[in-house]
């Protein structure tokens, strides 16, 4: 796989700090949580959405899974003052059965090819409880790749519960999506 640029983590880092709270925390706070439960953010890159979901599961346990060592790294910089977080450098090859009870995507499925998509998905889904809940968020342009994954999610099991288009600031409108297993 291809780590990002210094420059792709600078700009990354930017948006956070300029638009954290417009883009990440929206997400972050429409989670469906209590704050007891085992979460998985998955490609959680430098900890962007994950910086204000851990802190809505103070009971909880947060697991931060992405292929790439340096977001990974960055990520933990960002949850050092978490306790309640894991941070996993590894792909979706890595999950166990009935392990999370919600797991959540920002922007990561539309970046991943059709084939990988064929196996990351069913990998997601497993990890998932009965009753559990999966949240996407992905660019509303990429239609192709979105009904590519709503096909797999519901192929795997996932009714969707429901959708919105929200306008993010600097990354246009996007498609957030809510399924139960
Ligand atoms: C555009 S970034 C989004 C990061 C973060 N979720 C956010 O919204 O700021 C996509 C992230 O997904 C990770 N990623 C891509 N494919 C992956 C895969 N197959 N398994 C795990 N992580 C992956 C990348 O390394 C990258 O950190």
């Known amino acids: 796989m291809c780590e990002p640029t210094r420059l792709e983590m600078f700009l990354t880092r930017l948006a956070f700090f300029l638009c954290g709270k417009s883009v990440y925390r929206t997400f972050a706070e429409r989670l469906p949580l209590e704050g007891g439960e085992r979460v998985l953010d998955f490609g959680s890159g430098m900890g962007t959405v994950a910086f204000y979901s851990a802190r809505r599961l103070p009971k909880g346990h ?3 899974l992405d292929i790439s060592k ?3 790294n960055a990520c933990r910089r960002t949850l050092r003052s978490y306790g309640n977080v894991t941070c996993l450098h590894s792909d ?5 059965e009935d392990s999370f009870d919600v797991v959540y995507s920002h922007f990561v499925l539309h970046d991943i090819p059709k084939n990988e998509l064929e ?3 069913p990998k997601l889904t497993g ?3 009965t009753g559990g809940a999966l949240i996407f968020r992905e ?6 790749k979105i009904s590519t994954i709503k096909r797999l999610l519901e192929k795997n099991g996932l009714l969707l519960k429901e959708s919105r288009v929200t306008d993010i600031p600097l990354m246009g409108n996007a498609l957030e999506s809510f399924y139960i297993k």
Do not use: E, H, W, Y
């Open 92 to 96: 979706a090859s890595a999950l166990g």
């Open 62 to 64: 947060l697991t931060c």
């Open 127 to 129: 990890s998932l409880r």
């Open 139 to 144: 660019p509303l342009k990429d239609t192709d």
């Open 70 to 72: 340096r977001c990974l």
């Open 119 to 121: 196996r990351v998905i």
